[in-house]
T-cell receptor
Framework: AQSVTQLDSHVSVSEGTPVLLRCNYS??????LFWYVQHPNKGLQLLLKYTSAATLVKGINGFEAEFKKSETSFHLTKPSAHMSDAAEYFC????????????FGSGTQLTVLP | DGGITQSPKYLFRKEGQNVTLSCEQNLNHDAMYWYRQDPGQGLRLIYYSQIVNDFQKGDIAEGYSVSREKKESFPLTVTSAQKNPTAFYLC???????????????FGDGTRLSIL
């Protein structure tokens, strides 16, 4: 069995300040983990993915995430928020059955204040 | 550019009516998926297909049906048996096979279905 917990349903930051979106996972296998971003009325866009290579993963738009096995975490960070980062973010774990076994977190809504 | 096209963007259903949501991809992906998204919740898998003429139920298949007659197309029918169909529906696709087991899915821009 696998699960994903996004610890914050809403995060609010000021433009230019750091972003931290938290994700914890549980999995019986060595997981692959993704972060997706969703803008209003749009599909999900892949930000970055961890697939058992480097534990610090760099993604698009300046985002990065660190896989910490001891803490079962995969938190998403960005040094400086931009207004265009305002969106919903989903942490996703993929199981041993592959892409048909994706488990989504419930999402974190990021608000960026001017 | 390759991608996934969902249509229509907005759809309205009357009581007792079946409606079909279209999903087409030109990524040459073998697998396709349908998800339902409700406010404040993550995505829930409705159906998936890994090969033409074959598909499997996901977590919430009741009241929905699909077909996979072509590799590029995976339409979803929301039947009158689905009593709470108002939601945002997302179609996705991915590669399958050896070496692709941990590859991400690619998503369309979704169809928002509402009840009249």
């Amino acid at each position: 069995a696998q699960s994903v917990t996004q610890l914050d349903s809403h995060v609010s930051v000021s433009e230019g300040t750091p972003v931290l979106l938290r994700c914890n996972y549980s999995s019986s296998y060595s997981p692959s983990l993704f972060w997706y971003v969703q803008h209003p009325n749009k599909g999900l866009q892949l930000l970055l993915k961890y697939t058992s290579a480097a534990t610090l993963v760099k993604g698009i738009n300046g985002f990065e995430a660190e896989f910490k096995k001891s803490e079962t975490s995969f938190h998403l960070t960005k040094p400086s928020a931009h207004m265009s980062d305002a969106a919903e973010y989903f942490c996703v774990v993929i199981g041993w059955l592959g892409a048909r076994q994706l488990t989504f977190g419930s999402g974190t809504q990021l608000t960026v204040l001017p | 550019d390759g991608g996934i096209t969902q249509s229509p963007k907005y759809l309205f259903r009357k009581e007792g009516q079946n409606v079909t949501l279209s999903c087409e991809q030109n990524l040459n992906h073998d697998a396709m998926y349908w998800y339902r998204q409700d406010p404040g919740q993550g995505l829930r898998l409705i159906y998936y297909s890994q090969i033409v003429n074959d598909f499997q139920k996901g977590d919430i298949a009741e009241g929905y049906s699909v077909s996979r007659e072509k590799k590029e197309s995976f339409p979803l029918t929301v039947t009158s048996a689905q009593k709470n169909p108002t939601a945002f529906y997302l179609c996705a696709s991915s590669r399958v096979g050896r070496g692709y087991s941990n590859q991400p899915q690619h998503f369309g821009d979704g169809t928002r279905l509402s009840i009249l």
